[in-house]
């Protein structure tokens, strides 16, 4: 069992399930940004993946009354959010694991849109009105949205500073000194600083 696990995982990184459209362009550290979305949102749907089955009762009271099978669907939902939380890891199969999540999250919205409008359901899971409603409702758009990033293959590209230096065209260097009299005289004995400062004199060019 072990051993079809490690296979399965190298065969989905391999160059036989490549699953990535074509590549995009993206800032360096915006990639690096990504990345770590992809680990942080890869470990959160295949944690809350395995509590659909550790604990399935904690997600029955969200189950809206009109839908059948309340105990399957919610194997079946953790089920696709382990897998798909796996395959966001791979670079190949991360295209379809971004869409994969995308359509898992608008089938269970119903689910949240049921605790948002439902009292009882706040009270049993000991969730407040306000957190239902104006925190997880809008936070599944910000999953959508992560998943659709995820989805697309981007390609890391560090951005490059061209520093145009001017061109000195006959350039004279003149030594003059500066006196810099921030300090008082005193009579007697010369205060004052003198510093020796190259000016350049360029022409410019016509």
Not at 15 to 26: A, E, T, V
Not at 53 to 81: A, K, Q, R
Not at 157 to 178: A, H, M, Q
């Amino acid at each position: 069992m072990k051993n079809s696990i490690v296979n399965l995982f190298v065969f989905m990184n391999s160059k036989y399930f490549n699953m990535s459209p074509k590549s995009h362009d993206i800032n360096l550290y915006l990639y690096y940004f990504k990345i770590i979305t992809i680990a942080i949102m890869s470990a959160f749907y295949i944690q809350i993946g395995i509590k659909h089955f550790t604990d399935p009762n904690w997600f029955m009271p969200i189950m809206p009354p009109f839908f059948p099978f309340h105990i399957e669907l919610i194997y079946v939902s953790g089920g696709f959010e382990i897998l798909f939380g796996l395959m966001l890891i791979f670079e190949r199969t991360r295209f379809i694991a971004g869409w994969g999540l995308i359509l898992l999250l608008i089938a269970v919205y119903p689910a949240n849109l049921y605790l948002a409008f439902n009292t009882d359901v706040q009270k049993e899971m000991n969730i407040s009105s306000f957190l239902a409603s104006w925190i997880r409702l809008p936070l599944q758009f910000v999953f959508i949205a992560l998943a659709y990033w995820h989805s697309i293959n981007h390609k890391p590209v560090r951005t490059k500073r061209s520093y145009n230096k001017p061109s000195i065209k006959g350039g004279n260097k003149n030594t003059e000194k500066v006196v810099l009299s921030w300090i008082p005289e005193v009579p007697g004995y010369q205060a004052q600083n003198e510093v020796a400062v190259e000016l350049e004199e360029v022409e410019a060019d016509k």
